[in-house]
């Protein structure tokens, strides 16, 4: 059976014509599932019987579970609970401009960043487009409003799970759908090459942000493995590929961490590098974590850097921090729990 949450108008429509029905019959569906938010098939009654009959054998409305949630004054963390009992982190981030989510892409992450709480977990298995577009219907549902915008920044490479993360796109920007403006979903990547030039053939109308963290390839070796197979040089021919194909602004992300990447020399060396490109970026206090030893770059390495690379005439901003007393950031919170169950898991063996 399917997952309803996980299917796209399109392939929606593909399988009513199928079993011998009519296209249009899609977008009843998607107002019933997404407008009148209903949970069975039996309730479209503009729908047949027999056509109703036919779609509940196909697919179920199963749903995930919230099965914990953080909050403070402009951030709630939420931990889902899958059917297979696996988790996945959600962060809503209250902006002055509405509500944005960052959500999770993988259960874990096989990207090995040195720096990150969800790559030291390794990925379980790739999170199904149900699962994703269900993270925003959950919470819209715990917080009786409307999410405005969305980040693939949560636990996970996007592009190392292709398929699902552009069909989740296709559903949450469907104007049947969550109707999420595809400038208000930007996805963000460690920069697999390929996946990049695929992404960039969709012509979709996202933000694309490239996780840097090093104005070199060397220090980038050190910190992302990923550098191995896809080098800084690549990747930066095919981020200047993409911004010349889409026509859009590439967000360069940048984590600051205390005593590797945060000096001016390599702040001069950044700005080298992305001199004369349509980007902007993205400075990011490091969030530490219990289990990994880098620190977090001090402010004033930070406005330095800033200073520099602004002054080379780069744009450049420092991500506004949330919730970073409530674990929100980057996989912590499924990390403890993946913990605590370990722990318990050997007490009772
Ligand atoms: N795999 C994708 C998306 C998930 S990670 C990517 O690499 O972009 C989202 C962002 O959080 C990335 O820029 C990642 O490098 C960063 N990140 C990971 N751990 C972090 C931490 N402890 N503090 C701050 N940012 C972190």
Redesign the pocket.
């Given at each position: 059976m399917m997952n309803i949450y996980g299917i796209t108008r399109s392939d929606l429509e593909n399988f009513l014509l199928l079993i011998g029905d009519k296209k249009f019959r899609a977008t009843q569906i998607f107002e019933w599932v997404y407008e009148k938010k209903v949970s069975s098939f039996s309730e479209m009654s503009n729908i047949k019987k027999n056509i109703q009959d036919k779609l509940a054998d196909m697919f179920s409305f199963e749903k995930i579970k919230i099965k914990k949630k953080q909050e403070d004054k402009l951030t709630k963390k939420y931990l889902f609970e899958l059917e297979d009992g696996n988790y996945v982190e959600a962060v809503l981030m209250e902006h002055d401009y509405g509500l944005s989510i960052c959500v999770s892409s993988e259960v874990g992450?096989n990207?090995g960043?040195a720096?990150?709480?969800s790559g030291r977990l390794k990925k379980v298995r790739d999170l199904k487009a149900h699962e994703m577009v269900q993270q925003i219907l959950l919470v819209e549902e715990d917080i009786q409003k409307r999410i405005s915008s969305v980040v693939i920044?949560?636990i996970?490479?996007?592009l190392d799970n292709y398929d699902n993360v552009m069909s989740f796109i296709k559903i949450i920007n469907d104007a049947k759908g969550t109707a999420i403006g595809a400038r208000h979903i930007t996805l963000?990547?460690?920069g697999i090459i390929p996946k990049i030039r695929d992404l960039m053939a969709e012509e979709l109308q996202i933000n694309l942000?490239i996780?840097l963290?090093a104005p070199n390839t060397q220090l980038r070796n050190k910190l992302m493995p990923i550098n191995k197979a896809y080098p800084l040089k690549d990747l930066i021919e095919v981020i200047k590929e993409y911004i010349e194909k889409t026509n859009r602004r590439v967000t360069i992300?940048y984590?600051m961490l205390k005593d590797i990447n945060d000096n001016e020399t390599q702040a001069v060396e950044l700005a080298a590098l992305l001199k004369g490109m349509m980007v902007y970026v993205n400075l990011?206090p490091?969030?530490e974590?219990n289990h990994i030893e880098f620190k977090r770059a001090s402010k004033d390495k930070v406005m330095k850097f800033y200073d520099t690379l602004k002054k080379k005439g780069i744009n450049v901003t420092i991500r506004k921090e949330f919730g970073s007393n409530i674990d929100a950031?980057?996989g912590q919170l499924r990390s403890k729990e993946v913990w605590y169950e370990n722990i318990l898991f050997n007490w009772f063996r």
């Open positions: 992450c990207m960043c720096f990150c709480e920044m949560g996970g490479e996007p963000s990547t460690c942000a996780s963290h992300e984590i990011i490091y969030n974590t950031a980057c």
